[in-house]
C-alpha cells in the first residue's frame, strides 16, 4: 500500500486514477483548486482518500501536503488543458502548467519523493513527420498548452539528471470517456445522438486521431506508477490506432441508430483561430514493451462503453 498524492485529483483524469488507487487499497491526497475539478467527482470513496483544497502553483501550500502526509509517490495531473484554453490565456496557462511541475519537482527534490507520474501530452510532438509517432519524434507544439508541456518534461529531464529525481512523462492522445468535461467529440455527438437532436460539423471529417479511451489511459498510468524501473522517461499512452473524424461519426451513428450526424471533409480547427496540425496514430510499443501496457478499447468499443453509461447516468 503506497501514500500517493494526485494533483488536479477532483478533474476528469485526475478523479479517475484517484478512484483507482483507492479501489486497490492505496491511501490517496486529491490536491485540486477546483477551477475545474469538481469534489462530486470524487463522492463515495472510502476514508483512505483524503480531499485538499489546494494550488500546485502555491510551493509552500504543496510541501505541507507533502510533509503532513508523508507522500511516496505522485500523479501530476494538475494543469490548465487543452489547446483552446491556452489561445484565450496563454500566458495563464503557461504559467500554471511550467511553475506547477516545477513545484513538484522541488517538493519531490526536499522530501525524497519515490517516483511521480507527469501528465504529458502528444500535443508535445506538432505535426507527425510520421506514423506512428514513437517517442523519439521530435516536438515542435503549434500551441501554448503543447508548449507548456514540453517545458514541464524538459525542467522533469533536469532535476532526472541533477537531483537523480524519478519523474516520467506520460504522452496521452485524446482522452474521452465517462465525465468529460469540455463541448469535444465524441460528447458533443453523442448527446446530440441520445437527445435526438441534428449535429451536423462542417470541416474536420479527414483528420485523423488516437482517441484514447479513460479506462485505458488510468490503467497505463498507474503501470507507469508502480514499475519496479524504468529505462525511459517518457512513454506514448494511446489506443495504438488513428480514426478519423468521419469514421468516429459512422461509428457513432452505427451504435445510436437515428442518429441524425455528419461532418465535412478537411482539417480539424480547434477553433476559428488555430487549424489541428496532421496527426494520426501514436507508436505504443515502448508502453507494451516495458510497462505491458495493454489497451483493451479500440474506439468502437470505446464509444458503445460512453455511450452506455450516458444511458445508465444521465437523466
Known amino acids: 500500500m503506497a501514500r500517493v498524492l494526485v494533483t488536479g485529483g477532483a478533474g476528469f483524469l485526475g478523479a479517475a486514477i484517484v478512484k483507482r488507487l483507492a479501489e486497490r487499497g492505496d491511501e490517496v491526497i486529491a490536491l485540486d483548486n477546483f477551477q475545474a475539478g469538481d469534489p462530486a467527482n470524487l463522492r463515495g470513496l472510502g476514508s483512505n482518500v483524503v ?8 510551493l509552500s501550500g504543496l510541501l505541507n501536503v507533502i510533509r503532513q502526509h508523508d507522500v511516496k509517490r505522485i500523479v501530476h495531473a494538475a494543469a490548465i488543458v487543452s489547446v483552446v484554453s491556452s489561445l484565450s490565456a496563454p500566458s495563464h496557462v503557461t504559467r500554471v502548467n511550467i511553475e506547477g511541475t516545477l513545484n513538484v519537482l522541488e517538493a519531490m527534490r526536499l522530501f525524497n519523493v519515490e517516483r511521480a507520474v507527469h501528465i504529458s501530452s502528444e500535443e508535445t510532438y506538432g505535426a507527425f513527420r510520421y506514423e506512428p509517432a514513437d ?4 516536438v515542435a507544439p503549434t500551441a501554448p498548452y503543447g508548449i507548456s508541456k514540453v517545458a514541464s518534461e524538459q525542467l522533469g529531464r533536469f532535476y532526472r539528471r541533477v537531483y537523480k529525481t524519478d519523474f516520467i512523462n506520460a504522452r496521452l492522445s485524446w482522452v474521452y470517456g465517462p465525465g468529460f468535461p469540455r463541448q469535444r467529440i465524441p460528447r458533443t455527438l453523442i ?5 435526438g437532436r441534428p449535429l451536423h460539423l462542417p470541416r474536420g471529417g479527414d483528420a485523423r486521431i488516437d482517441h484514447t479511451y479513460l479506462d485505458d489511459c488510468v490503467e497505463g498510468i498507474l503501470l507507469a506508477l508502480d514499475h519496479a524501473s524504468h529505462p525511459f522517461d517518457v512513454y506514448n499512452l494511446a489506443s495504438g490506432e488513428g480514426r478519423t473524424i468521419a ?6 451513428k452505427e ?9 465535412g471533409p478537411g482539417p480539424y480547427w480547434y477553433d476559428d483561430r488555430l487549424i489541428a496540425p496532421p496527426k494520426g496514430a501514436l507508436d505504443i510499443t515502448r508502453a507494451r514493451t516495458v ?20 444511458c445508465r447516468s444521465q437523466p
Open 135 to 138: 517517442e523519439e519524434h521530435p
Open 291 to 310: 510497462l505491458d501496457y495493454q489497451p483493451k478499447y479500440d474506439l468502437r468499443r470505446g464509444l458503445a462503453a460512453y455511450i452506455e453509461w450516458y
Open 51 to 58: 480531499l485538499i483544497s489546494g494550488d500546485v502553483t502555491d
Open 247 to 252: 469514421e468516429m461519426v459512422a461509428l457513432v
Open 191 to 195: 448527446e446530440a445522438a441520445l437527445a
Open 255 to 263: 451504435l445510436i441508430p437515428g442518429a441524425d450526424l455528419s461532418v
